[in-house]
């Protein structure tokens, strides 16, 4: 057995000299990225928070600092043989980006229904790109099915120790710039970056006689963690659709589930609503393009689901979200924001009836963004005509006010979820 095997079926945490050699490893390809701090958390949450720009890495998330460890640790044979990995975005690139500088060929397996961006950006790494199969889960087994076949090695997303050392090179980046934190607040997958923080901040605390709370973030239509914690062991679940695909993970690694059950504090789940949310705010607030995955941290302070404790670092572990996908979530954002709002009125068909409705909006002081007009459906009778309306608002007070003027106005009005 190799030392790097003999590791990673090994159930000890890594130790901060493991994790402090990666980091001049890594360094030769992961970029310092910027700690910001954020007054309108900080007055959420009732504590100073700064915010961990894994947005800003090279290719846009964390992933580069563990698939960069991993490789580079590869012998000279191995890396003759090349590597196969299968991801859907962050990984990709980070393993085609690590492979580039390493100077080893990497095949990367993603599913047919990718987003452009992110395979356009993996070939521009200089990866091969294959896409196969409707589901990570397919590009899993295609990946796989490359390896037996050719020799090439798998490089695993989260699931290794050299990936998680990888990681946790984020940690001590972290303890460089608020050396006395008391909270970390970091996005769970599959559980290899909280696996690598959690390890670093936890040992450097306990070295100098500190306490530091980890909070783990999943989203709840992909959240394994509180199940397999309960169980004793990793445990697959049945996940539902999520905006969050960068920590759609429907089990843990087995070696991250060991270290996070050993380091991490309480995991909290939030809504897909409250992640739009997040992103909204971290776009308006902080000017920073944030993906789902990495905006979960901001999600649980502004649904209130972490407590005030101290100096707080959220981790924003990426920034690669579809432009198409930004626009629809802003949407949602500002709808779960209250500031977004959809009514149908049901009116007599004849003229001046949509005249009508726009100035009973236009004394609420609020602003028509879009009007759908028909008599087909919506609940319209044959003598009537359906108006949809979609208006900006400014706050669940403000929404009120549009909804109550209308009604006022003695129409008929209902409010679409």
Same mark, same amino acid.
């Given at each position: ?26 360094? #030769?390809?992961? *970029? ?13 949450? %009732? ?30 044979? !191995? ?27 990497? *095949?990367?397996? &993603?599913?047919? %229904? +990718?987003?452009?961006?992110?395979? $356009? ?6 990866? =091969? ?36 050392? %990888? $990681? ?11 050396? =006395?934190?008391?909270?970390?607040? +970091? ?12 390890s670093v901040v936890k @040992? @450097? ?5 500190? #306490?530091?709370? +980890?909070?783990?973030?999943?989203? !709840? ?17 049945? &996940?539902?659709? #999520? ?15 060991? &270290?996070?059950e050993k380091t991490v =504090? ?37 649904? %209130? ?21 930004? $626009? ?13 709002? #959809? ?13 009508? +409705?726009? @100035? ?36 669940? =007070?403000?929404?009120? $006010?549009v909804i109550d003027t ?12």
């Open positions: 057995m190799t030392d790097t095997a003999a590791r990673q079926t090994s159930n000890v945490v890594p130790t901060l000299a493991d994790i402090e050699l990666a980091r001049t490893r890594v360094a #030769t390809v992961a *970029t310092i990225t910027p700690m910001e701090s954020s007054r309108y958390l900080a007055e959420l949450l %009732g504590s100073p928070v700064f915010l961990k720009c894994e947005n800003l890495q090279r290719t846009g998330s964390y992933k580069v600092r563990g698939a960069y460890n991993r490789m580079v640790m590869l012998s000279a044979d !191995e890396r003759a043989r090349g590597v196969v990995a299968a991801s859907a975005g962050n990984h990709a690139q980070g393993v085609a980006l690590a492979a580039r500088e390493l100077g080893i060929k990497a *095949t990367i397996f &993603m599913p047919v %229904g +990718v987003a452009l961006p992110k395979l $356009q950006a993996t070939r521009r790494y200089g990866a =091969d790109v294959i896409l196969q199969g409707a589901t990570i889960t397919e590009a899993l087994q295609a990946a796989a099915d490359f390896a037996a076949e050719t020799g090439a090695l798998i490089i695993p997303p989260f699931d290794h120790e050299d990936v998680v050392i %990888g $990681q946790g090179t984020l940690g001590l980046e972290i303890l460089d710039e608020i050396p =006395d934190l008391e909270t970390v607040i +970091v996005p769970i997958g599959g559980g290899g970056l909280a696996a690598g923080v959690a @040992q @450097q605390a306990a070295a100098t006689g500190r #306490t530091v709370k +980890v909070i783990g973030v999943q989203a !709840e239509a992909a959240a394994a963690y509180r199940p397999s914690l309960l169980a004793g062991e990793p445990v697959q679940i049945q &996940m539902g659709p #999520t905006i969050a695909d960068g920590i759609a993970v429907a089990k843990p690694g087995d070696l991250n589930f060991q &270290m996070i =504090d309480e995991i909290v789940e939030v809504s897909e609503d409250e992640v739009a949310q997040a992103i909204l705010i971290l776009l308006e607030r902080t000017k920073l393009v944030v993906e789902a995955a990495g905006a979960v941290g901001v999600a649980a302070i502004i649904a %209130g689901k972490v407590r005030a404790v101290g100096k707080t670092v959220v981790i924003l572990s990426g920034g690669n979200i579809d432009a198409l996908l930004l $626009q629809r979530v802003i949407s949602q954002g500002l709808a779960a924001s209250d500031r977004y709002l #959809t009514v149908r009125v049901i009116l007599p068909d004849r003229p001046g009836q949509l005249v009508r +409705v726009a @100035q009973l909006v236009a004394e609420a002081n609020a602003n028509v963004v879009e009007v759908l007009h028909t008599r087909h459906g919506l609940g319209a009778q044959l003598s009537e005509v359906a108006i949809e309306l979609s208006v900006e608002t400014r706050g669940g =007070d403000h929404k009120q $006010q209308i009604r006022a106005g003695g129409l008929d009005v209902f409010v679409e979820e």
